[in-house]
């Protein structure tokens, strides 16, 4: 959005959260076309990574840089429920498998396991592309480093949580209870 827009709107999400899920499907198309087409709000996502499926897709959603990083965090949403069922599919034989692995090499295992590489080919992620992706270390760190501000600095409860003007919204997790409040704070 509107990088000098009156009313600066951070959200932490996490790409395993269902209230995350429905608040992408439900709420994100009318704060878009409401708001950040108009150049009132702006927004800022961050990822807030809660598990190692969670981590696997941020690094996937991040692959390719910012321009496609918004579309592709609401194409996981809409699959989140694809991604849910192969999830629940994982054995503790799996399980041992993937934490037996190198660190670099975990989240490619979990990404053909659950069919996130899959995913990422169709959004046009190449396999060596991804496979560098998922084994980024920077990448991993800065997804550590923003759980880790969340948690200690900006104390969220969870996701999604919304920070207005910088400013942590208490108990604001659907578009009902958000847009009032873009709407005082100038949008």
């Given at each position: 959005?509107n990088?000098?827009?009156?009313v600066?709107l951070?959200?932490y999400?996490s790409?395993t959260?269902?209230?995350?899920?429905?608040f992408?499907?439900?709420a994100f198309p009318?704060?878009?076309d409401k708001?950040?087409?108009k150049?009132?709000?702006s927004?800022?996502?961050?990822?807030?990574?809660r598990?190692?499926?969670?981590v696997?897709?941020?690094?996937?959603?991040?692959?390719?840089?910012?321009?496609?990083?918004?579309?592709l965090?609401?194409?996981m949403?809409?699959n989140?429920?694809a991604?849910?069922?192969?999830?629940?599919?994982?054995?503790?034989a799996?399980?041992?498998?993937?934490?037996?692995?190198p660190?670099n090499?975990?989240?490619?295992?979990i990404?053909?396991?659950?069919g996130?590489?899959e995913?990422?080919?169709q959004?046009g992620?190449?396999d060596?592309?991804?496979?560098?992706?998922l084994?980024?270390?920077?990448e991993?760190?800065q997804l550590?480093?923003?759980q880790?501000?969340?948690n200690?600095q900006?104390?969220?409860?969870?996701?999604?949580?919304?920070?207005?003007?910088?400013?942590?919204?208490?108990?604001t997790?659907?578009w009902?209870?958000?847009?009032?409040?873009l709407?005082?704070?100038?949008?």
């Amino acid at each position: 959005g509107n990088p000098n827009a009156p009313v600066k709107l951070v959200e932490y999400l996490s790409l395993t959260c269902p209230h995350c899920g429905e608040f992408a499907k439900t709420a994100f198309p009318q704060l878009r076309d409401k708001y950040i087409e108009k150049g009132t709000v702006s927004l800022e996502v961050r990822n807030y990574v809660r598990d190692p499926i969670d981590v696997t897709a941020s690094l996937i959603t991040r692959c390719n840089g910012a321009a496609p990083f918004l579309p592709l965090t609401e194409q996981m949403f809409e699959n989140q429920e694809a991604l849910f069922e192969k999830a629940q599919k994982l054995t503790p034989a799996d399980q041992q498998r993937i934490g037996a692995l190198p660190p670099n090499q975990q989240y490619g295992a979990i990404a053909t396991l659950v069919g996130l590489d899959e995913f990422a080919r169709q959004h046009g992620i190449a396999d060596a592309k991804l496979k560098t992706c998922l084994a980024d270390k920077a990448e991993l760190d800065q997804l550590v480093s923003m759980q880790k501000v969340a948690n200690d600095q900006i104390k969220i409860q969870g996701t999604p949580s919304f920070l207005i003007n910088g400013k942590l919204l208490d108990a604001t997790a659907t578009w009902e209870l958000l847009e009032p409040q873009l709407i005082a704070a100038g949008a």
